[in-house]
């Protein structure tokens, strides 16, 4: 049933393309006229454009074109003649009615006047509007009703609209249909017609203007009248305006939120001056939160961050971890009620702003220096923030520099007239050469204070970079000084000082700079032991080696020789301790430090204990070592093997049990016995004091009886050290085995009467050490892996591909698109077309057919007319034949 | 003679005297001219390296007379050599000629004395003189100068050549393989010097080995000539057995047999009859010379030199490897270098030769020593080590024993060892599930110590299963919060100018227990996971060196700015705590 229906529906009316509009235009249509399109899936926020339609309308439509069109043709088909329209412009579909008016009207005028009045002075014609003369409208004895137009301001009549936007035409039909008698006057009615208009609008225009005026005027004398109440209403004041407040869009509670916290970071006051206690505090806390962010590095959380993190997966991860590298969204923040965007700072916030301190301090200093023109702020300032974060044992280190500060004071107002004030920045390392040359430590250190602030950055734009050079070439510098044969180590000691300074100005270039000298140390060892299988110690500098083609000292006794080269210093030990200042050591990776470690290790590892410098040098490297993990406790194996050398070196060659001898140490050989003293006497007047560093420069030892003691004190330097290892790693589960070594070689230490009672002491306080510490050591708990997580199923989303176009069109070059896009087009006209035909054919057929039925018609009532009349005269006479025969 | 001076004159005179020689056998005499320029030279030779066989050449001392008026300083080495390339010319020619005497050679004497024709006294005299020149350039083969080494070798092995094409002895039969022998033992023992280190000539003869006679030759030369040495002097001098070992390595068999034999004496034919056609006799007589030559007490560092080259260049090559069993077994008892050496031998043995060693990873456990990670062979002996403990079917507690020896090792072990030796643990521990337990045992007791015995020689009683590699461990809190006051490296910050209220930052020390290389740290914390399935290949690891690691450290990019030390620097020392500025004075 349904669907037969439906079916009708559609053979009713099939295509309605304007069903909407009409659909629109009356609102309510006959239901049964309806046919409604159904649809197969409802999609939100599509507009359905053929969701209903309208068959019995749009094809009434269509049978009325046809009847206008293709009928008339039809008709007019066997007809030689045709009718035109010859009026102006009447088939001209590019000019609007008015146009064609006035043109008409124009063209009229012009006949008239050329065929009746060439002579006709006086006479005006007369205008119309709509038929009526436009000079009565003049005397205004027809107003439009003006009330009506009162009423509704601002909007035009529609007699007004329609002259203006809709065409004369409709009104013409109007008038036509109003005054249907008036039809003779056509053209004068047009001319009347506008005429009105004009006058019409005219008048609107007045009106306007008065309305305006009046109404202006009582606001005036509204004001006035105010003014004088106001008086009266003084103190009531506000609330009128409030009220008129009241009328504005109310702002919401947010942004009035937005707005009060603007303006209190605004009203906030400047910061009083703060106490002592209070900088004191605010010192504390930025030095605990460096502290803890080296605590963080030490710890490498910033590497193991993501791995310890439970990293968030989302049900989609494909697990192919991909990463979207960074995260560069911007938080959104508002300050002063502004939209702004906040910087990356918040995620590694004390990070920056720890670095950023760095940043500022010295050049806030520096500012105040530059100031200052004989730059004595800086020292104070220097020992200011040495005080600053000293602590009090290392205050009596630090009075005599301020006393020497002082004296420096002193002899600067000599050395004052000598030197300049204002240095260029060396271009060369040569340059600073020369400048520093020949001067003594105070007017060195003040030269190169004087260029540092002389090119301070905040100065000139190119200062940064003589500054950065400046870095190295007094790295240079202080490596030449280490190099020279009287090693200068007290310059060396201060100008530390400045280069940590000129680190916190520029630590990318101070490190690359540093990383360069070590990559060419290194290199360095590489070469020569590939070349020869071992490398001498370094020295305390070491680039220079490379001019000494020399063996590495082989006098393992007394005789150190004095010109041998091998005793000069080598190797970056100063720059490695330089590192350890500038940068931090205890973190778990550091771009510097680590290297440094690395090479520290290869120094431990690869060069041979050949002579008592050697074992000096080793010495430092171990301290500079210890000096490093201090913090971070790490382990390091190469260390303790070297001081089990050490210890080993030291006693009579006899090999005991329980250790093992690791490369540069032999059990056995020529240098086996380096640090062995047999000289009773001299054992007994060893005083026990801190190592040379000049022994590392290559100090030679004048007798017999020095050389014991050195060889005395390096043990007990050694000692000292096993100790301090001993405190490090007793907390190591495998504490026992790293110190079973030293232990033994300890006990046969102990064993070995001959030392100074110091050193037994030394040895004997170790020992017990290293015992406490082994039974304090926690037990043996058998391992444990960290429990892992069960690792999620791998889920896979579908891939989603962004379809713009559907069908076939999709997935081809852009001209094949548009070949498809026109085939297409053109198979739709055609089959529109042949459509069209087709009703045209049925149109026509109908036409015809109604046309015959009609013929046949009229035919078949004329024959039947005819029968009639004919049934009528036959009748007639068959009643007049009836009457003659009655008659 | 006319002579005009230098070597330019030196050869117009030699070129005269050449060409009467070679023009008339009248001018026979002239032969001795040319002899004298090298009797000079052999002599200064010998005066440089005074040696036993000068004694040998008494009876050509005859010859020397008529030529001491040549030229007083004929010692010059380029004079030496123009006279080389004359007799070399000169006897080449009269080879080619057949004008020597062929057969068994009287003595020259008799001959001269006798009533032979004079064609045979003449080419009996002429083959005498050849003799001599031969001995004259294997005595110049120890000369000072090496030009004329290289060409008195190159002189003689000319002769070599143009006499095994023409041979001096007649054929015994038809087709019979005629090789001269004689001289070219002498050239070989030539070669061999007790004195000279003549590693630059055998380079140079290197390349006549690649012929197939000549090296087969040559090895049956060099066991003789070894035997007959080492049976001569009670020691035997370190740069013989140098030179020795240097021959003996330069021969390399080919692996296959090949059928377009190179012989480098010319023989019109070849026969299937003849030794030194066959890869097999030259198999033997490889392996001859091999055995006979390690069969003496070699110098030690020529022990390692043999054994580095064992599995690559003679295993392979020997007729029956299995002989070379005493002598690995040997070697791989020795301990040390030697032992880890010896190896990859002995590893080929059992692996392709069915060699039964009962005690094999026993001795390998023996190995693992802290030196194991400074010797120079670490990357071979963990590439075997890697190989012998492949297999799944070992006892646990042999791997056992060995994962706990090497963590034990590797508290001793430069970083660069500990970046292979780790993964390789780790790969122990994945090839054999029954020794997780060394990482991760959660029923395991606690214990007092370690219950493993690290002097314990035999794996299968060091209890290492009932351990733990508690040397890999990482990080384990302290038991005690606070560090033991004592500790003089532990830094305390006074912070501020609050003297009296010290703000102790360190005491969160964690105690952990790290390396201080970051990539060492990693690598050993792995064990803290369980570990993943996939074994991590070690190949790449065995050649790291520390120079590597070190650049590797540089070329890393750090992404933020460096991180500065926040503690101003005071001096060169640093602050009075640390360790440099308690125990160094700069002065």
Known sequence: MGKARLAAFRRKG????????????????????????????????????????????????????????????????????????????????????????????????????????????????????????????????????????????????????????????????????????????????????????????????????????????????????????????????????????????????????????????????????????????????????????????MRGEDMHGDSRKPKHLSADDLNDD?????????????????????????????????????????????????????????????????????????????????????????????????????????????????????????????????????????????????????????????????????????????????LYNLCQMFPDSASNSIKFVLRDAMHEMEGSVEARGRVAFPGLDVRHRQRETQAPCREPDVGLDPGSPGSRPGLQLIYLKIAGMLFPTSDFWHPVTTPALVCMSQLLTKCPVLSLHDVVKGLFVCCMFLDYVSLSRRFIPELVNFLLGILYIATPNKHGQGYTLVHPFRASGKNSELLLVSDEEDTATWQRTGLSLRWASGLKAQTKTEANHTRLSCLAVCVALVKHCVLLYSSLPAFHDIMRPLRALLTEHLANRTHPPELQELCQSTLSTLTDMGKQSQRCRPLVCEKSKPVPLRLFTPRLVKVLEFGRKQGSSKEEQERKRLIHKHKREFKGAVREIRRDNQFLARMQLSETLERDAERKRKVKQLFNSLATQEGEWKALKRKKFKK | MERGPGPDGARRALGCLLEAVLASRGEANAVFDILAVLQVGARAAEGVGEGPRGSREGGSRAEQSPQARLSPQSEDSEEIREAVRACGRLFAALLERGELFVGRLPSEDSVLAGSQGATRKYKVWMRHRYHSCCNRLRELLAHSSFEVKELALSTLMRFVQLEGVHPLEKPKWDGCYLFPHQLFKAVVEGLLSLEDDCSLLLSQFREYLEHDDIRYHTMQAATDIVVRVANRYLEVPFTFWNNAFTLLSAVSLPRQECNTSSFYVKHAKLSQTWKVVHLKEHRKAFQLMWLGFLKHELPL???????????????????????????????????????????????????????????????????????????????????????????????????????????????????????????????????????????????????????????????????????????????????????????????????????????????????????????????????????????????????????????????????????????????????????????????
């Open chain 1, 322 to 498: 991909f990463v979207l590298d960074k995260d560069d969204r911007r938080l959104l923040s508002y300050t002063d009620g502004k939209m702004s965007v906040e910087e990356e700072q918040s995620r590694e916030a004390s990070d920056g702003e720890s670095e950023e301190d760095h940043h500022e301090d010295p050049s806030d200093e520096n500012l105040e220096e530059s100031s200052d023109p004989d730059g004595h702020s800086d020292l104070d300032s220097d020992t200011e923030t040495e005080e600053d974060c000293g602590r009090p044992d290392t205050e009596p280190r630090l009075a005599p520099q301020k006393r020497l500060a002082n004296n420096g004071h002193k002899a600067r107002e000599a050395a004052r007239n000598e030197l300049p004030y204002t240095f260029a920045a060396p271009e060369s390392y040569e340059e600073l050469k020369s400048l520093l040359s020949g001067k003594t430590m105070e007017e060195q250190l003040l030269v190169v204070e004087r260029i540092k602030t002389c090119n301070h950055p905040s100065l000139a734009a190119g200062n940064k970079a003589k500054l950065e050079k400046l870095f190295g070439f007094l790295l240079e510098y202080v490596g030449d000084l280490a190099t020279s044969d009287t090693p200068d180590l007290g310059v060396i000691d201060k100008l530390v000082v400045q």
């Open chain 2, 301 to 587: 560092g020529l022990y390692k030199k043999v054994l580095v080259i064992m599995h690559d260049s003679i295993l392979p090559h020997l007729a029956q490897p299995s002989l070379m069993i005493d002598f690995l077994t040997r070697a791989y008892d020795m301990g040390g270098a030697i032992s880890l050496l010896a190896l990859n031998g002995l590893f080929i043995l059992i692996h392709q030769h069915n060699l039964e060693y009962p005690d094999f990873y026993r001795k390998l456990y023996g190995l693992l020593d802290p030196s194991i990670f400074h010797v120079k062979y670490r990357a071979r002996f963990f590439h075997l080590a890697d190989l012998f403990l492949s297999s799944s079917h070992l006892p646990a507690y042999l791997v056992a024993a060995f994962a706990k020896r090497l963590s034990r090792l590797a508290l001793t072990a430069p970083p660069e060892a500990l970046l292979m030796v780790l993964p390789f643990i780790c790969n122990l521990l994945r090839r054999h599930p029954a020794c997780r337990v060394l990482v991760h045992h959660p029923l395991g007791h606690e214990l007092d110590s370690d219950p493993f015995d690290p002097e314990e020689g035999n794996p299968a009683e060091s209890r290492a299963l009932e351990s733990s590699l508690w040397e890999l461990q990482v990080s384990m809190l302290c038991a005690s919060p606070t560090p033991p006051p004592s500790l003089p490296g532990s830094r305390c910050f006074c912070l501020g100018p609050l003297p009296r209220k010290r703000v102790v930052m360190c005491v969160l020390l964690q105690a952990l227990q790290q390396h201080y290389h970051p990539e060492v740290s990693q690598a050993a914390s792995v064990i803290n996971q369980a570990l993943s399935v996939s074994e991590i290949s070690i190949a790449p690891l065995l050649e790291l060196t520390a120079f590597e690691i070190f650049e590797r450290n540089l070329k890393k990019k750090c992404q933020e700015s460096v991180p500065l030390q926040f503690i101003p620097a005071q001096g060169l020392l640093g602050l009075q705590d640390d360790l440099c500025a308690q125990h160094f004075t700069l002065s």
């Open chain 1, 14 to 297: 099939s295509g309605a393309p304007a069903g909407a509009q009409s659909g629109r235009a009356r609102p309510n249509p006959n239901p049964f006229e309806v046919k409604v399109n159904r649809q197969k899936f409802p999609v939100l926020g599509r507009k359905a454009r053929h969701a209903v339609g309208q068959p019995g309308v749009s094809r009434a439509r269509a049978v009325q074109k046809r009847t206008q069109t293709l009928l008339k043709e039809y008709k007019e088909r066997d007809k030689s003649n045709v009718f035109t329209d010859k009026r102006f412009g009447e088939y001209s579909s590019s000019m609007s009615p008015e146009e064609k008016m006035m043109k008409r009207f124009a063209l009229e005028q012009q006949r008239q006047h050329e065929k009746k009045s060439i002579y006709n002075l006086n006479e005006d014609e007369e205008l119309t509007h709509y038929g009526q003369s436009l000079a009565d409208i003049e005397k205004h004895n027809d107003i439009v009703d003006s009330d009506s137009d009162a009423e509704e301001r601002g909007t035009l009549s529609a007699e007004l609209t329609a002259a203006h936007f809709g065409g004369g035409g409709g009104l013409l039909h109007k008038k036509t249909l109003q005054q249907q008698g008036e039809d003779e006057e056509k053209p004068r009615s047009r001319k009347e017609l506008i005429e009105e208009l004009i006058a019409k609008s005219k008048q609107e225009k007045r009106e306007r203007q008065a309305q305006r005026e009046g109404a202006l005027e009582l606001t005036e004398k509204l004001d006035q009248d105010w003014k004088e109440i106001q008086t009266l209403l003084a103190h009531k004041t506000p609330k009128p305006e409030n009220r008129d407040q009241k009328e504005k869009p109310k702002p919401d509670a947010y942004d009035m939120m937005v707005r009060e916290l603007g303006f209190e970071m605004k009203a906030q006051p400047s910061n009083r001056m703060k106490t002592e206690e209070e900088l004191a505090k605010e010192e504390q806390e930025r030095l605990q939160k460096l502290e803890a962010a080296r605590l963080r590095r």
